[in-house]
């Protein structure tokens, strides 16, 4: 079926129809909360109107790199673009510095910032560059969010060795899989990486997981083993955080968790936000929005 293309921007109201204050009662727990008011707002219709009203693509923002003819072959859709203003800019890169990827900042009501980079899973021609901005970046954390084959359509490269094995990116450059271990539900994999730079004699270790159960433009096939898999990812985030700081100290970039996918890293980002204070749905949206285009894709998706 022929991919339509969303409209440049859309009128995005101000208020929340379906209101960001605190439920009355004793529900102290935000993430009930926040189900809650999501429930009603599906129930209701306010939440579908609302999505449809939202701009995909914020108007104010241009997208000028990502559509250089030299960095066309670079984007795996043609439809899902970094905005100048929050692309990943890299700066050692032999073909340029240009990639398909977006700082997202998202701020939680209780004034803590998560940092996240969401980026297109790589194709076979910018796996080298995908490296690289995971050494730039100083990230620790690599959560995939799609698997590589998906209907006979490969869904993203594999960008990464066997286990046991050693991918050469470069004469100097390589990343190495030292182990791979699945769930016993198959739902998601996780994988650990050495990052190689035998010019800067860094060896950077890299946390990979992978959540295999989200089928492309569907919803995941059991909530609850996606809900286990961001608790998961939280716990992995928390870990590499000490190691972040220290480098953070030493470098002005600190470290940030890279996340693969479209929709299912706008639903992962909200997840990993939403427990730590009562929000409102829509502006979450609404926000993501301004960071990078097409972050939430299409509308029955939870």
Same mark, same amino acid.
């Given at each position: 079926?022929?991919?339509?293309?969303?409209?440049? @921007?859309? @009128?995005?109201?101000?208020?929340? /129809?379906?209101?960001?204050?605190?439920?009355?009662?004793?529900?102290?727990?935000?993430?009930?909360?926040?189900?809650?008011?999501?429930?009603?707002?599906? &129930?209701?219709?306010?939440?579908? #109107?609302?999505?449809?009203?939202?701009?995909?693509?914020?108007?104010?923002?241009?997208?000028?790199?990502?559509?250089?003819?030299?960095?066309?072959?670079?984007?795996?859709? !043609?439809?899902?673009?970094? @905005?100048?203003?929050?692309? =990943? %800019?890299?700066?050692?890169?032999?073909?340029?510095?240009?990639?398909?990827?977006?700082?997202?900042?998202?701020?939680?009501?209780?004034?803590?910032?998560?940092? @996240?980079?969401?980026?297109?899973?790589?194709? &076979?021609?910018?796996?080298?560059?995908?490296?690289?901005? =995971? +050494?730039?970046?100083?990230?620790?954390?690599?959560?995939?969010?799609?698997? =590589?084959?998906?209907?006979?359509?490969?869904?993203?490269? +594999?960008?990464?060795?066997?286990?046991?094995?050693?991918?050469?990116?470069?004469?100097?450059?390589?990343?190495?899989?030292?182990?791979?271990?699945?769930? &016993?539900?198959?739902? *998601?994999? *996780?994988?650990?990486?050495?990052?190689?730079?035998?010019?800067?004699?860094?060896?950077?270790?890299?946390?990979?997981?992978?959540?295999?159960?989200?089928?492309?433009?569907?919803?995941?096939?059991?909530? $609850?083993?996606?809900?286990? *898999?961001?608790?998961?990812? !939280?716990? &992995?985030?928390?870990? #590499?955080?000490?190691? /972040?700081?220290?480098?953070?100290?030493?470098?002005?970039?600190?470290?940030?968790?890279? $996340?693969?996918?479209?929709?299912?890293?706008?639903?992962?980002?909200?997840?990993?936000?939403?427990?730590?204070?009562?929000?409102?749905?829509?502006?979450? %949206?609404?926000?993501?929005?301004?960071?990078?285009?097409?972050?939430?894709?299409?509308?029955?998706?939870?």
């Amino acid at each position: 079926m022929e991919e339509e293309e969303e409209p440049l @921007y859309q @009128y995005v109201p101000e208020t929340d /129809e379906m209101g960001s204050q605190s439920l009355d009662g004793c529900l102290d727990d935000s993430f009930t909360q926040s189900l809650l008011l999501l429930n009603d707002g599906l &129930a209701s219709g306010a939440l579908l #109107t609302q999505y449809e009203q939202m701009y995909r693509k914020n108007p104010d923002l241009p997208i000028t790199e990502a559509r250089k003819s030299e960095n066309i072959p670079k984007n795996r859709y !043609r439809d899902i673009s970094p @905005y100048d203003c929050t692309r =990943v %800019v890299l700066v050692n890169s032999s073909s340029g510095d240009y990639i398909n990827a977006n700082y997202v900042n998202m701020e939680i009501p209780n004034g803590t910032v998560n940092r @996240y980079i969401a980026t297109q899973g790589p194709l &076979a021609t910018t796996t080298l560059d995908f490296w690289r901005m =995971v +050494q730039q970046e100083s990230s620790h954390l690599v959560v995939m969010l799609t698997t =590589v084959m998906e209907a006979g359509r490969q869904k993203c490269y +594999q960008y990464w060795p066997v286990t046991g094995e050693e991918l050469e990116l470069t004469d100097d450059f390589s990343v190495k899989c030292l182990s791979e271990q699945a769930d &016993a539900t198959g739902s *998601f994999v *996780f994988r650990e990486f050495i990052l190689s730079d035998t010019k800067t004699g860094e060896n950077r270790s890299i946390q990979h997981m992978q959540y295999l159960a989200w089928p492309d433009h569907c919803v995941p096939s059991d909530p $609850q083993q996606f809900l286990e *898999f961001t608790e998961k990812v !939280r716990t &992995a985030r928390n870990k #590499t955080l000490l190691q /972040e700081i220290e480098e953070s100290l030493k470098q002005d970039s600190s470290g940030k968790e890279l $996340q693969l996918g479209v929709t299912s890293i706008g639903l992962l980002v909200f997840q990993n936000g939403i427990r730590v204070n009562t929000f409102s749905w829509a502006k979450m %949206v609404k926000v993501s929005f301004k960071r990078k285009d097409f972050f939430i894709q299409l509308r029955r998706e939870p």
